[in-house]
């Protein structure tokens, strides 16, 4: 992650797995590297439906630790934890544009998720936050005006555990998707698809590219490096 930042590159430390100690030890070293040059980075957010502690005690270190950019993954539906975090630090300025604190990345397969990503927090789970004091009156009103994510990183079959769609076919479904929710919504930012799975080679990022991706997001090449200390 440092070195993709110094070379220019945004990456997320792979904190899916590990316990929130881990994970904060982690972060000393990304903040005490990165944040002194202004450099970019981020880190893994994990849905863990069988440990919904665990999640909402990671959500409340990144809060805690101004984390300001995560990767969402293996979400099937929205939970308060993913929520708070996205709404966390929304503020409005004079001329009525709404500002980010913190930017979710989500890595979505299936446009029935990509929807409740690309559409504004579900008002349920906004009131619920409100009466527990997660959030702010404010940032519950302002919530209701833009996407829960801005950047959607589309996966295709990958080297790990996906729904087992080729890029072609899934890239242009979602993307059309994202034009209908932008229209239904009235969206004054757009909203950017990145693509990810089995981009392993230059010549399969350049066709990812030619599909119209804003970005792309490396995953299983990574972890097959000696660096990923996997083995």
Request: glycine residues 10%; contains cysteine.
């Amino acid at each position: 992650v440092i070195n993709m930042a110094r070379a220019g590159m945004l990456g997320f430390f792979g904190a899916a797995g590990l316990t929130p100690e881990r994970v904060s030890a982690a972060l000393d070293t990304l903040q005490a590297t990165l944040d002194p040059l202004g450099l970019p980075w981020g880190t893994n957010l994990i849905h863990s439906p069988a440990e919904p502690g665990l999640e909402q005690s990671v959500v409340q270190l990144y809060l805690s630790r101004g984390v300001r950019r995560v990767s969402a993954s293996a979400y099937m539906n929205l939970t308060p934890h993913i929520v708070r975090y996205a709404v966390s630090g929304l503020t409005q300025d004079a001329s009525g544009r709404i500002h980010r604190q913190n930017h979710v990345f989500a890595k979505i397969s299936r446009p029935e998720v990509a929807r409740h990503f690309m559409t504004p927090a579900p008002k349920k789970i906004l009131d619920a936050l409100l009466a527990e004091g997660d959030i702010t009156a404010s940032e519950a009103r302002l919530a209701a005006h833009i996407p829960l994510a801005e950047d959607i990183i589309v996966e295709s079959d990958s080297g790990g555990h996906t729904d087992n769609k080729t890029l072609c076919a899934l890239f242009p479904v979602i993307v059309a998707l994202r034009d209908e929710l932008t229209h239904q919504y009235r969206y004054s930012r757009p909203i950017r698809c990145g693509a990810a799975g089995g981009l392993g080679a230059p010549s399969a990022v350049a066709a990812a590219f030619s599909l119209g991706a804003a970005f792309v997001l490396t995953g299983s090449v990574n972890q097959g490096a000696v660096e990923s200390g996997l083995s």
